[in-house]
């Protein structure tokens, strides 16, 4: 979205200072958007910031981690004195570990549901009060097509974004009456960072190498155009828009076909 539509509005965005989550921060601060950027890694974060701020958008840079419920209240603490509300929340923080379902060790297996179910449920549990206090506000958790169906290698990942569609769900149905939009965006295969450790262990357990592994992947998209971050943060913003007011409890696939249901 060009221009002012979502000017004023005071947005979080989660693991913002790498991939999907920073092509969101920039395009809800080129919409207008003041942004408080979320993420373990203060310098992606605070490096970002300064991108931000060049679009004309008030920005803060929080070093979060959303698995840990004392440094989450603490960063909307933080942004809530800054910022004074929270319209917008991008559940967006997600880590993959892929291995076979029999070696998956319970510290990966706690990771991701760490990470991934407990950080949104964490973040949409502080947030939520102070919404229902605005009477409004959108809330969009970032799942996956492997929040929809399994994938080979997968088995842990893909549970831990089921669950977020069913948190999305629930959240959409109980606080609809406070007008309170919630959705799960599920992104297909977009090439970020998250993908380094992947590609390297599946190469091991398949036997190939990662460029070949993405091949295959890229191979998949009936649209076969490269799948970029920006690609998800426009559907980000338009659900936070005026276009995105009738719209609730969805899980919207951005993946160019990859997957149609
Ligand atoms: N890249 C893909 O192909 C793809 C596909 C479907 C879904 N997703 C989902 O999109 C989201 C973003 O993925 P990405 O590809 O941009 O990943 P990424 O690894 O490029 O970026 C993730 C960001 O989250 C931050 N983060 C990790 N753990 C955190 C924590 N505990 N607290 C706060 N921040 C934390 C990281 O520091 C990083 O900046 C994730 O939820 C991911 O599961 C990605």
């Known amino acids: 979205m060009d221009g002012e539509g979502l000017s004023g509005r005071k947005a979080v965005v989660s693991g913002a200072g790498n991939g999907i989550g920073r092509a969101i ?19 992606s974060a605070e490096s970002l910031s300064e991108e931000v701020c060049a679009l004309g958008s008030e920005c803060i840079s929080v070093e979060t981690d959303v698995s840990d419920s004392y440094a989450v209240e603490r960063a909307v603490s933080e942004t809530v004195r800054r910022f004074g509300s929270i319209d917008i929340l991008v559940n967006n923080a997600g880590v993959c570990i892929v291995n076979r379902f029999l070696d998956t060790g319970i510290d990966e297996f706690n ?16 947030v939520l009060p102070l919404m229902c206090s605005q009477g409004s506000g959108r809330i969009i958790n970032i799942s996956s097509v492997a929040g929809k169906r399994g994938y080979e290698y997968y088995a842990i990942y893909s549970a831990s974004k089921f669950a977020v569609i069913g948190l999305t769900q629930s959240i959409a149905a109980e606080f609809a009456p406070c007008g309170i939009n919630a959705n799960a965006i599920c992104p297909g295969t977009v090439h970020t960072p998250l993908w380094r450790e992947p590609l390297e262990k599946l190469g ?58």
């Open 25 to 43: 921060s920039l395009a809800l601060a080129g919409a207008g958007a003041d942004i408080a950027l979320w993420d373990i890694d203060a310098g």
């Open 111 to 126: 990771k991701m549901m760490d990470v991934n179910v407990k950080g949104a449920y964490l973040v949409c549990k502080a």
């Open 204 to 261: 091991k357990i398949i036997g190939k190498s990662p460029d070949e592994i993405w091949e295959g992947y890229m191979g998949d998209i009936p649209l076969g155009r490269p799948q970029m971050p920006e690609d998800v943060a426009e559907m980000a913003v338009f659900l936070c828009g005026d276009g995105g007011r009738n719209i609730t409890g969805q899980a919207i696939n951005v993946c160019g076909g990859q997957q149609v249901y």
